[in-house]
């Protein structure tokens, strides 16, 4: 599914993240920055070690908050690492909304175009996918309308049917 926002695509696909050619990926990172399950784990596999290097002369993320370093020898050319809430977070909400924001600054602040998501936190951190579709495309769709962006394309690629299908009737309900 496609919808346009100020001339800009948000798109919606099923699929492995780390096959894109797009300028960013997000990693749901973890706040010490160290790739190890899900989605950052296939990062580490395909992108090769100088990602974690470069993770780890960073140290350190707070939750809610992003950091960039290069894609290694991925089609990507930069990894945001978006550090999501634990899904029995109290303020997880709140986190999450904020990693998507600060994952799209970061890709701003770098005058990226182009910028995939997976669904962060959905994975070990326990997040339930049908808040995060409704928390990240809503926090997503208002950034490209209120924001004065480089970006152009924001993807969404969801790992399984059951997730691609969860985002695309949030993104259906939010359009209208």
């Known amino acids: 599914m496609r919808l346009r926002i100020n001339n800009r695509v948000l798109e919606l696909i099923e699929g492995d993240i780390t096959d894109l050619d797009v300028?960013?990926?997000?990693?749901?990172?973890?706040?010490?920055?160290?790739?190890?399950?899900?989605?950052?784990?296939?990062?580490?596999?395909?992108?090769?070690?100088?990602?974690?290097?470069?993770?780890?002369?960073?140290?350190?993320?707070?939750?809610?908050?992003?950091?960039?370093?290069?894609?290694?020898?991925?089609?990507?050319?930069?990894?945001?690492?978006?550090?999501?809430?634990?899904?029995?977070?109290?303020?997880?909400?709140?986190?999450?909304?904020?990693?998507?924001?600060?994952?799209?600054?970061?890709?701003?602040?770098?005058?990226?175009?182009?910028?995939?998501?997976?669904a962060i936190s959905t994975g070990v951190f326990g997040y339930p996918m049908d808040r995060c579709a409704e928390f990240m495309l809503s926090t997503t769709m208002e950034y490209l309308q209120s924001t004065d962006t480089f970006l152009e394309r924001v993807v969404f690629c969801l790992f399984g049917k059951n997730a691609f299908s969860v985002f695309n009737s949030t993104l259906t309900r939010l359009r209208h």
């Open 23 to 118: 300028d960013a990926i997000v990693n749901p990172a973890n706040s010490y920055l160290q790739l190890g399950a899900g989605v950052a784990e296939a990062i580490s596999l395909r992108g090769g070690p100088s990602i974690q290097v470069e993770c780890d002369e960073i140290g350190y993320c707070p939750e809610g908050q992003a950091v960039i370093t290069g894609g290694g020898s991925l089609k990507a050319r930069y990894i945001i690492h978006a550090v999501g809430p634990l899904g029995s977070d109290l303020d997880a909400d709140t986190k999450l909304k904020s990693a998507t924001r600060s994952s799209l600054r970061v890709a701003d602040e770098n005058r990226l175009r182009s910028i995939t998501f997976p």
